[in-house]
T-cell receptor, first 109, second 115 residues
Framework: GEDVEQSLFLSVREGDSSVINCTYT??????LYWYKQEPGAGLQLLTY?????DMKQDQRLTVLLNKKDKHLSLRIADTQTGDSAIYFC?????????FGKGTMLLVSP | DGGITQSPKYLFRKEGQNVTLSCEQN?????MYWYRQDPGQGLRLIYY???????QKGDIAEGYSVSREKKESFPLTVTSAQKNPTAFYLC??????????????FGPGTRLTVL
C-alpha cells in the first residue's frame, strides 16, 4: 500500500530558510500537496505540484519534486514565527489523499 | 462566505452513546471526506463520498457510519462500537476533477471526548 514519510520535527530561526522533506512510495501519484495546520485548526492547502513538474514557486514557497527518488520538499524562504505549525505532505491516488504524519516546524525569534 | 463548517467545535459524550458530527459545505463540491487525527498519527480516512447517495469506506471505517442525502451535507456518526472514539475529526470537500487532482478543503474540525 501507499506510505508517505516525513521527519517529525524541524527547528529554525526567524529569517532562515526552512526545508521540509517528504518521501512517497506510489509512482502513480498524479498530484502532490502541502498542507499547513495551526494548533486546534483544520488543514490549510498551501500549494501543490503536478507529477510531471520538477519545481513550483509561489511567493515564499518552493516545491521540488524528484520523481525518480519519490522525494518531495517544501522550502519556506525568510521563515517567520507565524510559519510555526505542522506541515503535511499528501499524495493523490484514485480520488483520495494519503497523508504523511506531519512535520512540526518551530520558528524561534 | 463560502466554506466548510463543522459543529460543534468541542463535543463530550459518555461511553456507549452514539454521537453525530455535522459537516456542511456551500462550495458546490461533489466529494466529501471524513478523517480522524490522533497525536503522532497524521490523518486517517474514515469514509468518503464522491456523489450524493453514495459513499465508500476508508482505512478505518469500523465503528463509524455516514450518510449523503444532500450534496451540501455529510454527517458522521460515531457509534458505541468504536473502541477508542476520542480524537479530532476533520471534514473535507473537493470539486470534481478530470485531471486526476484531488484538492481538498478542510473544515475547522470537531474535538470529540468520550468520558
Amino acid at each position: 500500500g501507499e506510505d508517505v514519510e516525513q521527519s517529525l520535527f524541524l527547528s529554525v530561526r526567524e529569517g532562515d530558510s526552512s526545508v521540509i522533506n517528504c518521501t512517497y512510495t506510489d509512482s502513480s501519484s498524479t498530484y502532490l500537496y502541502w498542507y499547513k495546520q495551526e494548533p486546534g485548526a483544520g488543514l490549510q492547502l498551501l500549494t501543490y505540484i503536478f507529477s510531471n513538474m520538477d519545481m513550483k514557486q509561489d511567493q515564499r514557497l518552493t516545491v521540488l519534486l524528484n520523481k525518480k527518488d519519490k522525494h518531495l520538499s517544501l522550502r519556506i524562504a525568510d521563515t517567520q514565527t507565524g510559519d510555526s505549525a505542522i506541515y503535511f505532505c499528501a499524495e493523490s491516488i484514485d480520488g483520495t489523499l494519503t497523508f504523511g504524519k506531519g512535520t512540526m516546524l518551530l520558528v524561534s525569534p | 462566505d463560502g466554506g466548510i463548517t463543522q459543529s460543534p467545535k468541542y463535543l463530550f459524550r459518555k461511553e456507549g452513546q452514539n454521537v453525530t458530527l455535522s459537516c456542511e459545505q456551500n462550495l458546490n463540491h461533489d466529494a466529501m471526506y471524513w478523517y480522524r487525527q490522533d497525536p503522532g498519527q497524521g490523518l486517517r480516512l474514515i469514509y468518503y463520498s464522491q456523489i450524493v447517495n453514495d459513499f465508500q469506506k476508508g482505512d478505518i471505517a469500523e465503528g463509524y457510519s455516514v450518510s449523503r442525502e444532500k450534496k451540501e451535507s455529510f454527517p458522521l456518526t460515531v457509534t458505541s462500537a468504536q473502541k477508542n472514539p476520542t480524537a479530532f475529526y476533520l471534514c473535507a470537500s473537493s470539486p470534481r476533477s478530470t485531471s486526476g487532482g484531488n484538492e481538498q478543503f478542510f473544515g475547522p474540525g470537531t474535538r470529540l471526548t468520550v468520558l
